[in-house]
């Protein structure tokens, strides 16, 4: 997977992977790109090219992550960024996987029970995420961002948080096994269809849920820490 | 995770043969785990001795042949041509000719992975006993440990161990997925919670 720079064309780009449609929009770019350059639409926005090229590239390749770049980005653009993806999955994504799963359901036989436990997971699922975003607005977030305003004078070393211990994030694990259930446990009759948009959507979540982690575990927590410490 | 992921070791001085192995490897083997290093030393800090193949040069192969000749079996050396004469074939060591194409460096590791790893998850390994059932059945009910323990006569640590079983065995790692997986083998009914 090749890397963004700034003197592509952004709707090449996007043509080749559509799934950046909601990051761009994260950052109030709509589409309508015509044939300008990344440099130029972060230019006409007043945003920083390379925190938006950043967040585009880590997006698109889950192997690249450069921690120190990261690091050295202030915490209220990664709290900007962190406050939008929770914004989508809140007005976006959780209804729309709702959206798919109510209709997959009530298109499949009615006795299906199987159909009704995935529908009490998602719920139970959506009921965490919806928690750590309420938490994040009330209290982390605020918190992150009064730290950097007592400490904007000082410069902070780079943290490298190890990995070695870390537990798994309980979103990522109910997402994780919601999709593997479907996949694996499915029984009787439901409608194949609908059955394969729900995954699709569950799928897309995983994958942007997965980002939004490695920012806030690997970055943010990182930074903090050394604020907290310093 | 109910089944490991092939470990893997890179141990080449070259940077670029380290990474263009990697990426082949990720691309076409996944999953899989990969570690490189770019001389021995390096690799003896972290030696734990549960790799599944280490993939290596000559030249090192040849200054550690102590370590490397009892695990022949699991060694690939890359050879810059095939009629190297270092060290002599036929000794149940395995080559990757560098200079080959594509196609027929993936036709080997193909080869290489299918001839000595099982991919098949162990199936007979996966039926919970009679006990972790009791315990599924009472985490599903929303019990915490400590019940768990009292209502079952067992310590805390035995909850715990079994919990950790269920989760290999099955995959699953969340309450719900469990719950699920529980409602659908007929382990606990509908009815005994709330749906």
């Not at chain 1, 194949?192 to 690997?218: F, G, M, P, W």
């Not at chain 2, 770019?38 to 040849?62: A, L, R």
């Amino acid at each position: 997977m090749s890397l963004v720079y700034p003197k592509m064309q952004l709707s090449e780009v996007v043509e080749e992977h559509p799934s950046l449609i909601p990051v761009i929009n994260r950052f109030g770019i709509r589409l309508g790109l015509g044939d300008k350059s990344v440099q130029f639409i972060c230019e006409k926005q007043a945003l920083d090219p390379d925190f938006f090229l950043t967040m585009i590239n880590t997006f698109l390749n889950e192997d690249y992550f450069p921690e120190k770049k990261l690091q050295s980005f202030h915490t209220s653009l990664l709290v900007d960024y962190l406050t939008q993806t929770n914004h989508y999955y809140q007005r976006s994504q959780l209804p729309n996987i709702e959206r798919h799963l109510n209709y997959f359901i009530s298109m499949s036989t009615p006795e299906n029970s199987s159909l009704k436990v995935i529908r009490k997971f998602f719920y139970s699922f959506k009921d965490e995420l919806l928690k750590r975003i309420a938490k994040d607005e009330k209290i982390w977030f605020p918190y992150c961002l009064s730290l950097s305003e007592k400490l904007k004078d000082i410069t902070l070393p780079v943290f490298h948080k190890e990995e070695e211990g870390k537990t798994e994030d309980p979103i990522e694990a109910l997402l994780a096994d919601l999709k593997s259930i479907m996949i694996k446990h499915l029984t009787g009759e439901y409608d194949e269809n609908l059955c394969y948009a729900v995954i699709v959507s569950i799928n897309t979540l995983e994958k942007d849920i997965r980002q939004h982690n490695r920012i806030r575990y690997r970055i943010l927590e990182p930074i903090v820490w050394g604020m907290e410490h310093s | 995770m109910t089944h490991r992921y092939k470990n893997i070791a890179i141990i080449l001085s070259d940077t670029l043969q380290r990474i263009g192995l990697r990426c082949l490897l990720l691309d076409y083997f996944s999953p899989i785990e990969i570690t490189a290093f770019p001389g021995f030393d390096d690799f003896c800090k972290v030696e734990e001795d549960s790799f599944d193949f280490y993939f290596t040069q000559p030249d090192i192969f040849i200054c550690n042949a102590d370590y490397f000749l009892p695990k022949r079996n699991k060694t690939i050396l890359l050879l810059n041509d095939s009629s190297s004469a270092l060290p002599p074939p036929g000794q149940g060591f395995h080559s990757l000719p560098l200079k080959a194409s594509q196609e027929v460096i993936l036709e080997q590791l193909q080869h290489l992975f299918a001839s000595t790893i099982n991919h098949t998850p162990n199936e007979g390994n996966r039926e919970l006993s009679s006990r972790e059932i009791d315990v599924l059945q009472l985490i599903v009910k929303g019990i915490t440990n400590k019940e768990i323990a009292d209502k079952l006569n067992i310590s805390l640590n035995t909850v715990l161990t079994h919990r950790k079983n269920i989760t290999s065995k099955l995959g699953i790692k969340t309450v719900p997925g469990l719950t699920f997986y529980a409602i659908m083998n007929g382990l606990i009914s509908g009815d005994e919670i709330e749906l």
